[in-house]
Every structure is written in structure tokens, then in C-alpha cells.
């Protein structure tokens, strides 16, 4: 009867220190758990020409791979009856870039990534190193479109392949 109790009460430890890790794992996976400061990203137009470029600095300690405009906290219709479908989305080195458009009512973003293994599909680049400024994140738009100027932003943290976490913020428009 001891050896019986004493396996429930290890099994229920064992499931208790799982689930426990599953929710850290799971907030910190899905959170945007870092500082909003820990990222900056401006935009600059180019003399009333159709074209916006964004730098992006990171303060934070680990690697940024993966930049979106357009998304912070949640998909919102910003591109709601308005052409946001760019020409041209261009990349820095070693980066590759898109726009994706889930639905009028649903959300648009812009996203930019490290380049990956087609394979593997682990990253084949660098990310932005801590204390790095990383320009050349570039839309040619059709027309001028204002509201790139004031975007949501989702930076993502990697480390070794793994998601760290990401940070939310509003993209600040240089003049």
C-alpha cells in the first residue's frame, strides 16, 4: 500500500511540474513579454515618393529574427479600404520579406525574416544583434500611404532557434 501512495504522490508531482512549465513555456512563447523600449523602429519617406524605409535598433540582450508592420498586439483592418498592396518590399541582406493579407476584416502585415534553410528551415542569417541598428527594410508602395507612419510593430527574439519572445510598440516617423 506505501509503495502504491508513494507512486500517486511522484506521478502527481511529475504532472504538476509539467503543467507548471507548459504554462511558463506557453506564456512566454505567445506573450510579448519584453519591454516596449527594448526596440525602436523608425520610418523615414522618401521626399513624398511612394517609399518607406524602416530601421529597427535593438536594446534588448538576445538576437531580433523576425520584424512585422502592421500587427502589434492583435490583427486590426487597418488596410481596410485602402491599397496597402505594396510593389515592392524590399529586404536587407541575408533578410527576405512580404506582405500578407488575411482579409478586409481580418488584419494586413508586412514581415520580414531571416533568411532560412528551405530544408531544415532553420535561420541561414543573423539577426539584429543587441545594440544593433539594422536599415533597409524598404516598401515602394503604389501611392503615398500615411499610415505607415504610424503603425503597430512585433519584433521576435530568437535564441539558438528558439522563440524568447517579442516586444509590441508604435513605429515613430522621422521627419
Keep these: 500500500m506505501k509503495k502504491t501512495w508513494g507512486i500517486a504522490v511522484s506521478l502527481l508531482i511529475m504532472i504538476v511540474m509539467v503543467f507548471s512549465f507548459w504554462v511558463q513555456y506557453s506564456e512566454a512563447a505567445s506573450g510579448c513579454l519584453a519591454p516596449v523600449s527594448a526596440v525602436k523602429v523608425t520610418v523615414k519617406q522618401d521626399a513624398g515618393k511612394p517609399v518607406y524605409e524602416f530601421d529597427v535598433t535593438n536594446k534588448h540582450d538576445v538576437p531580433i529574427y523576425v520584424m512585422f ?8 483592418p487597418w488596410h481596410k ?30 514581415i520580414w525574416s531571416v533568411e532560412r534553410d528551405s530544408v531544415k528551415h532553420d535561420f541561414t542569417g543573423e539577426g539584429i544583434a543587441p545594440g544593433e541598428t539594422l536599415s533597409g527594410f524598404k516598401l515602394v508602395m503604389n501611392k503615398p500611404l500615411d499610415i505607415l507612419k504610424t503603425l503597430q510593430f512585433r519584433a521576435r527574439f530568437m535564441f539558438y532557434g528558439q522563440l524568447l519572445g517579442c516586444v509590441n510598440g508604435t513605429v515613430v516617423a522621422e521627419e
Design 81 to 110: 479600404g485602402i491599397d496597402a498592396t505594396p510593389k515592392e518590399v524590399v529586404s536587407p541582406g541575408g533578410w527576405a520579406g512580404e506582405y500578407i493579407n488575411l482579409g478586409e476584416d481580418t488584419g494586413a502585415f508586412y
Design 69 to 76: 508592420i502592421g500587427v502589434g498586439e492583435k490583427r486590426t
